[in-house]
């Protein structure tokens, strides 16, 4: 599985040794039967059984796994790494995710003795841990390459790419919101928009998020383009309202790396109550979109908890894309928000679909008897939008009313 050593991997090795302040660091790949060290530091060898590496537990998950006191696990007590001279006690690692899923090795620190890792040095191990897949991608590693049929391979290249993409868009300023109006299906009177994000290129041309997926789900960045978001929808409704204008709101999705404590940034509540305090608005001039993929994630106690202080606050958050989940039904009534959009799925078969017809028929009497709004996502025709009328539900957006169009195109009633 060796291939030689790899300076590139051997520095990641030292940083992550350097950080975490450990003797010992390595990068492994594991097969059927072996452990092997791609890269290592203060260990002898090339490899060991996979029986015995601490990196089998490690990549039966995406998150990173630590280990503070091996002797004292029942897990880890009598392993031959543990009970030897000089046994190993601590031990921190990173899976290494060629593609969701998809976890062949690890990035990792070890110790003599017993201790504990801070979030912050966790966090610098993941990114070093991205760093090395990233070089075992690029350098086309012949035991990646292996296990990995050619198309799994080219859609971890193709995320590689989306990555790249999106960090140039941060840099160059490319990434523009899109604004969907929303509407009241009674009066056909605009209540608000939904931001939607964009990235529009230097020769014009506009790129939508499907072209830069694997960065809305990859932590750092698809916080920092969380971040961008917010500031770009708060500067426009600080614009609208300094002209006068009555807009309503704006709506932003938030994804679940917002959510995570990140060392040196504000939690995610105070980012949106001081983003929006500076500008001069009121809670309502924001809204707040989360999917049920976000509130059933693993820390869906965290975001519980911020979504609460978000309303208390007087912002509204909305349920979006509802009824495209597992849980919906089931763990409604457990989550903060105030407001459920219908997936545009059911909207658009709804007129042709007696199950799709009660489905939406179902969710509006639901929300109206729970108290919630209800917008109704998706509407392109008319005989959609007077089905839903029929229903009685009350809010909707969708190309029958408008395409999403950036802020210098859309016109008020006083333009």
């Known amino acids: 599985m060796s291939s030689g050593p790899d300076p590139v991997l051997d520095a990641l090795v030292g940083a992550a040794c350097l950080a975490a302040d450990t003797p010992i660091g390595l990068i492994t790949l594991l097969d ?14 090339y490899g060991s059984p996979r029986a015995d590496a601490f990196c089998d537990h490690t990549i039966r998950s995406s998150r990173s796994f630590v280990v503070p006191d091996a002797a004292r696990d029942v897990r880890f007590a009598d392993n031959p790494f543990v009970t030897g001279r000089d046994g190993i006690r601590f031990y921190a690692g990173v899976p290494l995710e060629i593609e969701p899923g998809l976890r062949l090795g690890s990035l990792c620190v070890l110790d003599r003795v017993p201790r504990r890792l801070g979030a912050d040095v966790r966090g610098l191990l993941e990114r070093l841990a991205r760093c090395a897949v990233e070089r075992l991608l690029q350098t086309e590693d012949r035991y990646l390459l292996s296990q990995v049929d050619s198309g799994r391979l080219d859609r971890a ?25 929303k509407i009241a299906l009674d009066t056909g009177r605009r209540i608000g928009f939904e931001a939607l994000l964009r ?37 426009q409704a600080r614009a609208w309202q300094a002209a006068g204008i009555e807009f309503g709101h704006i709506a932003i999705n938030v994804s679940s790396s917002q959510f995570a404590p990140s060392p040196g940034s504000p939690g995610l509540v105070d980012e949106i109550l001081g983003a929006t305090r500076s500008a001069g608005l009121s809670p309502k001039h924001i809204q707040i979109e989360v999917t049920e993929g976000v509130m059933l994630s693993e820390q869906s106690g965290v975001i519980g908890r911020q979504l609460e202080a978000l309303r208390a606050a007087g912002f509204i958050v909305a349920f979006d894309d509802f009824g495209t989940g597992f849980a919906s039904l089931v763990h409604l009534k457990e989550f903060a928000y105030d407001q459920i959009k219908i997936d545009g799925s059911f909207v658009r078969a709804m007129t042709g679909s007696i199950t799709d017809h009660a489905i939406v028929k179902a969710i509006v009497d639901m929300a109206k008897a729970m108290g919630k709004q209800v917008v109704a996502e998706g ?32 016109r008020f009633a006083a333009d």
Do not use: W
Request: charged share 20%.
């Open 379 to 410: 509407v392109e025709t008319m005989a959609e939008l007077l089905a839903l009328q029929e229903l009685g539900c009350p809010y909707g957006q969708g190309f029958h009313f408008g395409r999403p169009a950036v802020a210098a195109d859309i």
């Open 199 to 235: 990235l529009k290129k230097p020769d014009g041309s506009v790129l939508s998020p499907a072209s830069f997926a694997a960065a809305l789900i990859e932590p750092t960045l698809s916080r920092r383009i969380g971040k961008h978001v917010l500031r770009c929808a708060v500067a």
């Open 157 to 181: 290249k193709a995320d590689k790419a989306m990555l790249a993409l999106a960090e140039e868009a941060l840099a160059e300023n490319l990434f523009t919101l899109y604004y969907q109006p």
């Open 32 to 45: 059927g039967e072996r452990q092997s060290f791609k890269s290592k530091q203060g260990i002898e060898g």
